[in-house]
């Protein structure tokens, strides 16, 4: 076990910061050992603060390696991560499709990387405003993938994540995705811990050598990812990540209830978490900022009569198939509310695509609207939120659907074309 | 500089082990095993996609005896940047132990060089990270069949160009030193003793070193096995590959080549030419052309000299 080094102090505090900040806040709480960046927007100040942190020696023994693309953040936090050190990195959109090889490569050979993404619109025509198309894209990776809905749980998910990624039976990287700007450049309250604290919940590194069966170690030389032949263990290997993946689920919730108990602050189960829907007659699943919203709209069709509720996903990956089933359950009509597309998916959005599979021989009849919303960045207001519940209770008052659906989704918020 | 008796009484330790897959008469081979010889057992290597990925020996069987990374074709000066970052913060956690003298080595083809991983590479010498990065130089994709890249010389045939290359030899040694990197230098597998020297000085400096190495490839060259030294040799001899090191910019000779800024000691083009299927295409005309773009190369190089040696 290493001692805690004494020159690396942060007392519990409260900061009103952005997103961004919050994000470097807790990767220097999290004593990350190597940092490799490259500016993108709207990612960018979450570097620009990490680098602050290292230039005023804020992070005593970091090392930051300001490389030239994208493609060489992950190689680089590849190699560092390889060797046995604690790694971090942030991107967004175009950048993350830029790096996008190596975030296989990253999942393939069991690093525990975390990595934000900031999201925003693929291009073209330019986009840099909330979606998360860009993260959606990364679901068959093999990297966890969660969604922080707000600057207080951009901090925190980052320590957690942390601590399943590198838990001995996990080893698999980890995205934390918020919206652009929404969320990277609004401020508000954020609790930064105290750094005993964190180190209590998430040790600095024990293992001088690394992560099990993982090390760059010249007393035990190894060899990484050579090449294996069809008839070797490659399927096996790929099956095992996906075995993880199911296995992460406890782990989630395990660290999660851990965290809550630390720190006071829950966040459901992990994998979801539900609001007013013990006696909701329908809801809506959404992600990210709006799934925070989306509780505004709920508290105040609950003052008009409306019996609603809604369910903030935390997790992508794995996908949390009981919770989803368990959700339609509740609810006559389930929403499934996309700030993201799949095109040519069932339903067009990756997530209600997700829930309509989830929801496939489970023996529920619950009807699902897919709503796609909010598009590069396109505000969705708190009235169509509310909308959206009405249209909801409709379908299950009437068994009418809005009449502008496309391909059986529900656009929300498109102008109006002639 | 070592003598070869010295080197194989002193340095008999082998870190590229026997029973690896490559070819008979491979330079790539010779380049790694002299290379390790020099490095020692604290060195880490990050290898993207080429020749080495395979021969290194299938899942589960090694030839390497020390750490390995297999890398993304265009990403091998980027993850060795993090992984001697790595060793640079372990060093700080861990003080006193092996992380502080591990040294980081790329080994990558022509191609993961001079194509697809030159922004790499560019990034690494700018920001003058602390590795060792080695081009083995068989002027071509050999690994997936003999395409041409921008490494291969003007004339030769690959899969790719099969009336012969148009184009000329990007010279991508003189490319790193632009970039004013504290070391670059060339070797050639013919000469295994200049290479465990150059290694060696090079493992002294810190930051971004870059040494580059012509390597023979018997099936990519049209040569026989056995003249996988005599091949390169030549290409000494004939001043077609010039050996030399730049140091803050200053460029110096090695050996082999020094005496060949006398251009009555330089063999003839044709000589190292005319021994390889791979320039049958060449025309009369075009070897005196190339004969021609080569001596005006080595003036070049002696006029670059004396003004270094005599800067008023």
Not at chain 1, 243 to 248: G, I, K, Q, Y
Not at chain 1, 377 to 395: A, C, F, P, Y
Request: aromatic share 10%; hydrophobic share 40%.
């Amino acid at each position: 076990m290493v001692e805690a080094q004494e020159d690396f102090v942060q007392e519990r505090e409260t900061k009103i910061i952005k997103g961004n900040i919050a994000a470097a806040y807790a990767a220097k709480s999290a004593r990350v050992q190597v940092i490799s960046a490259y500016p993108i927007t709207p990612q960018t100040t979450v570097v620009e603060k990490l680098s602050e942190f290292v230039d005023n020696g804020e992070m005593p023994g970091t090392e930051y390696i300001k490389v030239e693309s994208e493609h060489s953040v992950m190689a680089s936090i590849i190699g560092a991560s390889t060797a046995g050190t604690r790694t971090f990195t942030a991107t967004s959109g175009q950048g993350l499709f830029y790096m996008y090889e190596m975030v296989h490569w990253a999942a393939g050979a069991r690093l525990p990387i975390v990595t934000t993404i900031a999201s925003r619109g693929p291009a073209p025509p330019w986009n840099i405003w909330a979606d998360f198309t860009d993260i959606m894209s990364c679901r068959d990776t093999g990297w966890m993938i969660s969604f922080a809905a707000n600057h207080q749980e951009i901090y925190d998910d980052i320590l957690m994540s942390y601590k399943i990624s590198e838990d001995y039976d996990i080893l698999l990287p980890k995205f934390v995705a918020y919206g652009g700007f929404t969320v990277s450049h609004t401020s508000k309250p954020v609790t930064i811990e105290d750094q005993d604290a964190v180190d209590k919940f998430l040790p600095p590194l024990p293992d001088e050598r690394g992560w099990p069966h993982i090390f760059l170690d010249p007393e035990r030389p190894m060899m990484h990812g050579n090449l294996i032949m069809p008839s070797g263990f490659y399927n096996e290997f790929r099956l095992k990540i996906h075995h993880t993946m199911l296995l992460a689920k406890e782990k989630i919730r395990e660290v999660t209830d851990e965290f809550g108990n630390t720190f006071g602050r829950q966040y459901g189960n992990g994998l979801i978490q539900e609001y007013k829907m013990n006696d909701a007659d329908v809801a809506i699943i959404n992600y990210g900022e709006l799934a925070m919203q989306m509780e505004q709209a709920v508290d105040d069709l609950r003052e008009e009569g409306y019996k609603v509720g809604c369910v903030k996903l935390r997790y992508f990956r794995p996908f949390p198939v009981e919770d989803v089933i368990n959700i339609a359950r509740k609810v006559k009509v389930l929403g499934v509310a996309d700030r993201a597309t799949a095109f040519g998916s069932p339903t067009g959005g990756p997530l209600s695509s997700e829930v309509k599979s989830a929801l496939h021989n489970s023996g529920v009849s619950t009807q699902v609207l897919p709503i796609i919303m909010g598009l590069g960045g396109r505000e969705v207001s708190l009235e169509q939120q509310k909308n959206q519940l009405k249209v909801l209770t409709k379908i299950n008052e009437t068994g009418e659907f809005p009449n502008n659906m496309i391909g059986g989704t529900f656009w929300d918020g498109l102008l109006e074309v002639e | 500089m070592v003598s070869i008796k010295e080197a194989l009484e002193k340095y008999q330790e082998e870190f590229f082990l026997a029973g690896n897959s490559t070819c008979a008469g491979c330079g790539l081979e010779i380049a790694l095993r002299w290379a390790m010889k020099a490095l020692g057992p604290n060195t880490s290597l990050v290898t993207p996609a080429s020749c080495l990925n395979v021969v290194v020996g299938l899942w589960p069987k090694a030839a390497p005896n020390f750490p390995f990374m297999n890398m993304a074709f265009a990403a091998g000066a980027a993850a060795a940047t993090g992984v001697s970052a790595a060793f640079k913060a372990k060093a700080h956690r861990f003080p006193g132990k092996v992380w502080e003298k591990m040294t980081t080595l790329v080994f990558a083809g022509d191609g993961g060089t001079t194509d697809i991983g030159i922004q790499g590479l560019s990034g690494a010498a700018e920001r003058n990270s602390n590795i060792i990065y080695c081009c083995y130089d068989n002027e071509a994709y050999m690994n997936t069949g003999i395409q041409r890249s921008s490494s291969t010389p003007h004339g030769a045939v690959t899969t790719t160009t099969t009336l012969g290359k148009e184009r000329y030899k990007k010279n991508l040694p003189r490319i790193m030193a632009a970039h004013e990197i504290p070391y670059v230098a060339t070797c050639s597998v013919s000469e295994p003793l200049d290479i465990f020297e150059k290694f060696k000085k090079a493992k002294s400096i810190e930051g971004c070193k870059y040494i580059h190495i012509l390597a023979s490839c018997p099936p990519g060259w049209g040569i026989a096995s056995e003249d996988s030294i005599e091949i390169p040799r030549l290409a000494v001899k004939t001043g077609s590959w010039i050996l030399y090191e730049i140091e803050k910019g200053v460029i110096t000779l090695s050996k082999k080549s020094k005496p060949l800024l006398d251009p009555s000691k330089r063999a003839p083009l044709i000589e190292y030419l005319s021994r390889q299927k791979r320039f049958s295409k060449l025309s009369e005309k075009d070897l005196i052309e190339l004969q021609e773009i080569l001596d005006l190369q080595w003036l070049n190089i002696a006029s670059e000299i004396k003004c270094q040696e005599n800067p008023s």
